[in-house]
């Protein structure tokens, strides 16, 4: 189910109260600088691809999400005056590669990022046939070679997600 323009608009809004430190000085109401109403101005000018044009109210709720930010990773990486770069990176990739419950201290920033990321969001329902990473899984036998080379663990996010490249073979 989507959000509707007013849903989007208080989580945006909710941003200033939810982590002051990054989002208190921030103008929600002003349009963002990267958004323009100008088709003129705007680096995709065909406001109709394929045919298809953007009602009013499409175009309301793409700058409504123009300025929500991601506020459990923002969170985390508001952390940076109590710990370094390295060491917020360090401890990310210790708890993708191993689980957060393994990480001796880790910041209730960090867990509830790792809790984030290990949702699954309502709009995908998995289930026990065709989810990636289950035993039983009808799915599992696409993923084996991504699971081979490190890609999928355990159903967690490991860092080679977010690192590793895409290879992509040409079929002549």
């Not at 009808?138 to 355990?154: I, K, N, P």
Request: charged share 25%; proline share 7%.
């Amino acid at each position: 189910m989507s959000a509707s323009c007013e849903q989007v608009r208080a989580r945006v809004a909710s941003q200033k109260s939810l982590l002051p430190s990054l989002y208190g000085q921030v103008d929600f109401d002003r349009m963002p600088e990267r958004f323009t109403e100008d088709a003129s101005e705007a680096i995709v000018k065909d406001r109709a691809p394929m045919g298809v044009a953007m009602t009013a109210y499409e175009f309301e709720l793409v700058r409504a999400y123009t300025m929500l930010g991601d506020i459990v990773a923002d969170a985390y990486a508001a952390l940076m005056p109590a710990y370094s770069f390295r060491q917020l990176i360090d401890m990310l990739r210790e708890a993708c590669d191993h689980g957060v419950e393994h990480l001796d201290g880790a910041p209730p920033e960090l867990v509830a990022f790792i809790r984030d990321m290990e949702r699954i969001p309502d709009w995908r329902a998995w289930t026990p046939q065709c989810h990636p990473t289950r035993p039983g899984s009808t799915f599992r036998g696409g993923l084996r070679s991504a699971r081979l080379h490190g890609v999928l663990r355990d159903g967690r996010p490991r860092r080679s997600d977010a690192t590793a490249p895409t290879v992509l073979r040409r079929h002549r």
